[in-house]
């Protein structure tokens, strides 16, 4: 009996070795080589972006990082303690740590993700003090041009906890840089590459043997680069005209594509200091700044379009018949136009007579169009303007634009104001640019860009992608050429922006003064070149004061820029 339980236990005592040594013999091969190889990630360089013409927008240059592995969350409190005095870490940054390590505790924990080279030789010298720790070179976003590029190529910043709980960032790890505003942002499947991993080996309480592993490293996927359409000269040049003592956007398009050849928001900021993390005092100072550089004037902010917007009324009235490109309204203006208990005033004190459509554009006489709007009707004016999509977003592929404001319909006045809250009188301000309608510099843009593109709206796009089109109105030839004639007499002598006007070269567009009942007035002016076949839009917008032939001077100086033409006389002389 005893001879047959031996027997059995022996048979059970090999069948346990050939099983161990045999059939899990790989398993446990791996087991013992991942105890003894710990994994170092390798960041991956982001793609860089270019402009249209090859030239640099972000690239990367080296810099350092410093992580370090720990066997639990004290381990990893008490070696931070250590460091602290020589990393200069604060409480911030050690909870940072302590976050990024219950994440993903298998895998370094990234103390330092930009370190200067004077903290780098420090810790050399007392690598054996820290054998835990682990530096090691990685990509670093810069942008050569700084603020001039900011407004749309955004920033890199460390991957936050929040961005870690969203699905589209779930193959992310903590420690990890992704776009977090602009091109940056929108782009950042594109960008953003495929991390690689070092092995390295260590003993059994995880220090480092040998600084290479058995197992090949897997080398870092560096991203494609991202070609854009900006022209980045020309961004350069729209940036020198604002300077440091204007404020407000501007928008260049090429209208046959929509592409984007230019886009600021003044003032900027530089993105190489968010990078890595926003230094707490310049955060603070771009806070206070009562300009708000770190709204986007451009794509974010939206204003009154004033008399820019006189653009959509003509056209509204012309599809909707109401108006013959002969006609004349039947009150002419004398200064001002009476309706019901209220005197609507036109900008010109003296009036401008008895106006055809064409005349009403080119002196963008109040008094017209005030006219015009009630023989639209308001119903017809909201859907009319609806139509031309100055509800929507111009669809810029850039995360942060603000959506426009105007009327969804009739009912918008009543719940706001109540049944009885408001009058017809809400049309006369429409028709001119004001009331219910706020718009951003981008979509004024993308406007005037169907007008120029004979009702074709594009899609604006910084990046190269497919473009989008999409038919907006539709205008007679004869109709069209009114208008045209219209916004190319606002440019001549006097024009309301006629000292704008470059020799040799006919321009389009409209200037506007838009009320703000924050202070003062803004200035706008939407134009675009060669008047008879386009191949620019410019929209500028100026903030506070600033009337609307100033923002026409630098539109016309960006179009001559653009087209090789100038100097234009005017901008230099008031520059």
Same mark, same amino acid.
């Given at each position: 009996?005893?001879?047959?339980?031996?027997?059995?236990?022996?048979?059970?005592?090999?069948?346990?070795?050939?099983?161990?040594? &045999?059939?899990?013999?790989?398993? @446990?091969?791996?087991?013992?080589?991942?105890?003894?190889?710990?994994?170092?990630?390798?960041?991956?360089?982001?793609?860089?972006?270019?402009?249209?013409?090859?030239? *640099?927008?972000?690239?990367?240059?080296?810099?350092?990082? *410093?992580? #370090?592995?720990?066997?639990?969350?004290?381990?990893?409190?008490?070696?931070?303690?250590?460091?602290?005095?020589?990393?200069?870490?604060?409480?911030?940054?050690?909870?940072?740590?302590?976050?990024?390590?219950?994440?993903?505790?298998?895998?370094?924990?990234?103390?330092?993700? !930009?370190?200067?080279?004077?903290?780098?030789?420090?810790?050399?010298?007392?690598?054996?003090?820290?054998?835990?720790?682990?530096?090691?070179? &990685?990509?670093?976003?810069? @942008?050569?041009?700084?603020?001039?590029?900011?407004?749309?190529?955004?920033?890199?910043?460390?991957?936050?906890?929040?961005?870690?709980?969203?699905? +589209?960032?779930?193959?992310?790890?903590?420690?990890?840089?992704?776009?977090?505003?602009?091109?940056?942002?929108?782009? =950042?499947?594109?960008?953003?590459?495929?991390?690689?991993?070092?092995?390295?080996?260590?003993?059994?309480?995880?220090?480092?043997?040998?600084?290479?592993?058995?197992?090949?490293?897997?080398?870092?996927?560096?991203?494609?680069?991202?070609?854009?359409?900006?022209?980045?000269?020309?961004?350069?040049?729209?940036?020198?005209?604002?300077?440091?003592?204007?404020?407000?956007?501007?928008?260049?398009?090429?209208?046959?594509?929509?592409?984007?050849?230019?886009?600021?928001?003044?003032?900027?900021?530089?993105?190489?200091?968010?990078? /890595?993390?926003?230094?707490?005092?310049?955060?603070?100072?771009?806070?206070?700044?009562?300009?708000?550089?770190?709204?986007?004037?451009?794509?974010?902010?939206?204003?009154?379009?004033?008399?820019?917007?006189?653009?959509?009324?003509?056209?509204?009235?012309? =599809? %909707?018949?109401?108006?013959?490109?002969?006609?004349?309204?039947?009150?002419?203006?004398?200064? /001002?136009?009476?309706?019901?208990?209220?005197?609507?005033?036109?900008?010109?004190? +003296?009036?401008?007579?008895?106006?055809?459509?064409?005349?009403?554009?080119?002196?963008?006489?109040?008094?017209?169009? @005030?006219?015009? /709007?009630?023989? #639209?009707?308001?119903?017809?004016?909201?859907?009319?303007?609806?139509?031309?999509?100055?509800?929507?977003?111009?669809?810029? !592929?850039?995360? =942060?634009?603000?959506?426009?404001?105007?009327?969804?319909?009739?009912?918008?006045?009543?719940?706001?104001?109540?049944?009885?809250?408001?009058?017809?009188?809400?049309?006369?301000?429409?028709?001119?640019?004001?009331?219910?309608?706020?718009?951003?510099?981008?979509?004024?843009? +993308?406007?005037?860009?169907?007008?120029?593109?004979?009702?074709?709206?594009?899609?604006? %796009?910084?990046?190269?992608?497919?473009?989008?089109? +999409?038919?907006?109105?539709?205008?007679?030839?004869?109709?069209?050429?009114?208008?045209? %004639?219209?916004?190319?007499?606002?440019? =001549?002598?006097?024009?309301?922006?006629?000292?704008?006007?470059?020799?040799?070269?006919?321009?389009?567009?409209?200037?506007?003064?838009?009320?703000?009942?924050?202070?003062?007035?803004?200035?706008?002016?939407?134009?675009?070149?060669?008047? !008879?076949?386009?191949?620019?839009?410019?929209?500028?917008?100026?903030?506070?004061?600033?009337?609307?032939?100033?923002?026409?001077?630098?539109?016309?100086?960006?179009?001559?820029?653009?087209?090789? *033409?100038?100097?234009?006389?005017? &901008?230099?002389?008031?520059?």
């Amino acid at each position: 009996m005893s001879s047959m339980a031996l027997a059995i236990g022996f048979v059970l005592l090999v069948g346990a070795f050939f099983k161990t040594q &045999v059939i899990q013999y790989k398993q @446990y091969v791996m087991q013992s080589e991942e105890n003894r190889l710990r994994p170092i990630p390798l960041p991956a360089p982001r793609g860089i972006i270019y402009d249209r013409h090859g030239e *640099v927008i972000a690239e990367n240059l080296p810099a350092y990082s *410093v992580s #370090i592995t720990a066997p639990s969350v004290d381990s990893l409190r008490s070696a931070l303690a250590q460091l602290a005095p020589t990393l200069q870490l604060g409480q911030n940054d050690i909870n940072k740590a302590i976050s990024r390590y219950r994440r993903a505790p298998t895998r370094p924990t990234v103390i330092l993700p !930009d370190a200067t080279i004077d903290i780098v030789s420090v810790l050399e010298e007392h690598r054996l003090d820290f054998p835990r720790l682990i530096i090691q070179s &990685v990509p670093k976003r810069y @942008y050569p041009d700084g603020p001039v590029v900011a407004s749309f190529v955004g920033y890199t910043g460390e991957i936050t906890e929040s961005d870690l709980n969203d699905p +589209k960032y779930a193959s992310y790890k903590p420690g990890q840089q992704i776009g977090k505003a602009g091109l940056e942002k929108q782009y =950042e499947p594109i960008l953003h590459g495929k991390e690689g991993v070092r092995f390295d080996e260590v003993d059994a309480r995880g220090r480092p043997v040998r600084g290479e592993g058995p197992r090949p490293d897997l080398s870092a996927e560096g991203a494609p680069p991202l070609y854009t359409n900006i022209d980045l000269d020309l961004q350069k040049f729209t940036v020198g005209l604002f300077a440091d003592s204007l404020q407000g956007g501007a928008v260049a398009i090429d209208p046959n594509t929509g592409e984007v050849l230019a886009l600021y928001s003044a003032p900027s900021w530089d993105p190489n200091k968010f990078t /890595g993390g926003i230094p707490v005092e310049y955060y603070k100072k771009l806070l206070d700044d009562k300009r708000r550089p770190l709204v986007n004037k451009a794509i974010q902010g939206t204003y009154p379009p004033g008399s820019t917007f006189k653009l959509a009324t003509s056209i509204i009235g012309l =599809e %909707e018949g109401v108006v013959g490109v002969d006609d004349h309204m039947p009150v002419p203006c004398t200064g /001002g136009y009476q309706f019901g208990n209220r005197y609507f005033r036109c900008w010109e004190k +003296k009036g401008h007579g008895s106006l055809s459509l064409e005349g009403a554009i080119k002196h963008s006489c109040d008094v017209y169009f @005030y006219q015009l /709007g009630l023989k #639209i009707g308001l119903a017809r004016f909201i859907a009319g303007g609806i139509s031309l999509t100055m509800r929507d977003k111009s669809g810029i !592929d850039l995360p =942060e634009e603000t959506q426009a404001r105007w009327p969804y319909a009739i009912d918008y006045y009543n719940k706001k104001y109540g049944a009885r809250g408001w009058s017809n009188a809400e049309t006369l301000n429409l028709a001119i640019g004001q009331g219910a309608n706020s718009q951003t510099v981008v979509n004024m843009a +993308k406007l005037y860009s169907a007008f120029a593109a004979k009702g074709m709206a594009p899609r604006p %796009e910084i990046a190269h992608l497919v473009p989008q089109r +999409k038919q907006v109105f539709t205008l007679t030839s004869l109709q069209d050429s009114v208008v045209l %004639e219209g916004l190319k007499a606002v440019l =001549e002598a006097g024009g309301t922006a006629g000292a704008s006007a470059i020799q040799g070269l006919t321009l389009a567009g409209k200037t506007g003064t838009a009320q703000n009942t924050g202070g003062d007035d803004h200035g706008w002016f939407v134009g675009f070149a060669p008047a !008879d076949k386009p191949k620019i839009v410019v929209a500028v917008l100026l903030e506070f004061g600033l009337h609307g032939s100033r923002a026409a001077h630098i539109a016309s100086a960006i179009i001559g820029h653009f087209l090789k *033409v100038g100097p234009i006389k005017a &901008v230099m002389d008031e520059g």
